[in-house]
């Protein structure tokens, strides 16, 4: 089918909103971004219309089932026209609908088939991320260990009844872009720099006039009041509350006054003395990011390591020499009252400090680059540029987030379903606080996956075997604790809402899914943002939720 793309205008309209969340690098990164769904299940599909919408660049679904009444009953991207035809080609084609600059594809086989087949032994290595639903026990760890040995990160998903999971299985995921919640500004006015106290020194606030002094930026106050501060305090700055409070004291002095001596309203002046306590956090390296330096990964740098691996480690070592101890400056200045051009000045500042820090990191780059045995283009002899795309943009942003550097690393399924390496204690912590914790639902979960295993069904599926399925599930779940020697304690209650469920996939629980789901995939491809490590339960009854590490 040919399509014709969006231009790049409409396109920044369209993904508008996205945009401002991930940028354009993170918007390039998901159209890029070829995506696996497996089974194209009620939560399945909604899993891919959150992904297709904002513009994924192509999915896959493999499917081998024909449509039945009960896919109909709960899925909204089939109907009951399509009844007995592939499940498959009918969700990948009513599913592209949603979004022209996508592309789709089905394959209608099972998993089984294709892990089996030697003439496509590489089917799934294509993919970004494969989204695995409504898979049997023995063939998802078949299939989690297949992905896991190719490093492609798997995304189990399920609905089950008023219950939901997710289970992320990635060796290693590298964030730069963690876009924390809250963060400090990087103003380094503890340690300012040559630049910085320059600009600062040549703001005389006492000869300023009126209007100047009302439209000072409020970094250049705290900068000079601080000075005098230290000047009268053995060069020490304001460490707890009272000196805070007095340091404020000392702002607040510092304002206009008109002829009656009454304070003249500055609200540069008020941003500086609400400014006090974050401005004044001493600059120092989070432990996150330590724990990036100290990973093993950082210190052997090799031919085979990523960008992400050979960035960190130059950073490591510029904080180590020319940093003194701080990561490379940010670059940014927040909003403030100040008349355009001394913002702008201001602002400049710090840019040029962090283009120079980070053109040293660069530099550092290319010699790691030399060291380890790659290849190179040379424009002259001094520079060297490397062939395998560790760009200078790329080493700017990382330079720019290096205080929000994440490593994620989630264990195999292969490991979590062996009793002896499960994390027991994890586990029955959960379990001693059923009434509080969502964790119990993932204990049911595995009894359900068992009782599958021995009756290659799903409990309450049949009415008629609701009561006899309620005894075998509660013996399946007692097996799943004994194997982890841990007592038989759930209540009965659990059980017989677990056989009620009847293994029914609600479509407002897999829409929640689907909704869920998708944002750890987008933080997936395009690096972005902190994905779960690595299980989320959603407890759809309370509306609440938890995330486990298993």
């Not at 909704?515 to 943002?529: H, R, S």
């Amino acid at each position: 089918m040919s399509q014709v793309k969006k231009s790049g205008l409409d396109k920044n309209n369209k993904y508008d909103r996205q945009l401002r969340l991930w940028g354009d690098h993170g918007q390039a990164a998901l159209e890029q971004a070829r995506v696996c769904l497996i089974n194209a299940s009620a939560t399945g599909t909604e899993i891919l219309k959150n992904l297709i919408l904002p513009g994924i660049g192509a999915f896959t679904i493999v499917d081998g089932h024909k449509i039945t009444g009960e896919d109909v009953g709960n899925n909204f991207f089939l109907d009951k026209d399509s009844i007995g035809k592939s499940r498959a080609q009918v969700a990948m084609t009513n599913l592209q609908e949603l979004n022209e600059d996508v592309s789709g594809d089905f394959v209608e086989e099972s998993v089984e088939q294709l892990l089996e087949k030697l003439d496509n032994p590489d089917f799934f290595l294509t993919f970004s991320c494969v989204i695995a639903t409504d898979l049997a026990e023995k063939t998802l760890l078949s299939l989690a260990n297949y992905l896991w040995d190719h490093n492609i990160p798997l995304l189990v998903c399920r609905s089950y009844g008023m219950i939901g999971y997710l289970r992320l299985a990635v060796k290693e995921h590298t964030v730069i872009e963690s876009h924390p919640d809250s963060a400090f500004e990087d103003l380094r006015l503890d340690r300012p720099f040559p630049g910085l106290v320059d600009y600062c020194c040549s703001q005389n606030l006492e000869s300023m006039s009126k209007k100047d002094h009302s439209h000072t930026p409020w970094l250049v106050i705290l900068y000079q009041y601080l000075n005098k501060w230290k000047n009268e305090h053995g060069g020490r700055a304001p460490q707890n509350y009272r000196e805070k409070t007095a340091f404020k004291e000392l702002l607040h002095n510092g304002k206009l006054r008109n002829e009656y001596g009454v304070e003249e309203e500055e609200e540069n002046w008020d941003e500086a003395i609400k400014a006090v306590n974050t401005a004044l956090v001493s600059t120092k390296i989070p432990d996150e990011v330590k724990q990036v330096f100290n990973d093993e990964s950082c210190s052997n740098i090799h031919p085979d390591s990523s960008p992400f691996w050979i960035v960190a480690r130059a950073i490591k070592e510029f904080v180590e020499k020319e940093g003194e101890g701080a990561l490379p400056l940010r670059g940014s200045i927040p909003d403030m009252t100040a008349d355009s051009e001394r913002y702008v000045q201001l602002q400049g500042v710090y840019r040029c400090q962090a283009a120079q820090e980070a053109a040293i990191v660069t530099d550092k780059v290319h010699h790691i680059l030399l060291r380890i045995g790659k290849d190179f283009q040379s424009t002259d002899s001094t520079l060297t540029i490397p062939l395998d795309q560790i760009s200078e943009n790329y080493i700017k942003m990382f330079c720019k987030n290096a205080a929000f550097l994440r490593v994620v690393r989630c264990r195999p399924l292969s490991e979590e379903h062996n009793p002896q390496l499960a994390k027991v204690a994890d586990i029955a912590m959960h379990l001693e606080d059923c009434e509080n914790s969502d964790g119990i639902f993932y204990v049911l979960m595995r009894g359900v996956d068992r009782f599958h295993v021995e009756y290659n069904r799903y409990p309450g599926y049949y009415e008629d075997q609701v009561e006899t399925d309620v005894s075998n599930l509660k013996s399946c779940v007692y097996k799943v604790l004994q194997e982890w020697g841990l007592p038989p304690n759930i209540k009965d209650d659990y059980i017989h809402e677990i056989c009620r469920y009847g293994a029914s996939e609600l479509h407002s629980v897999a829409a929640f899914i689907g909704g869920v789901a998708a944002q750890e995939v987008i933080k997936i491809v395009t690096e972005q943002f902190i994905p779960i490590k690595n299980t989320f339960i959603y407890n759809a009854m309370k509306q609440t939720s938890c995330t486990l590490d298993l």
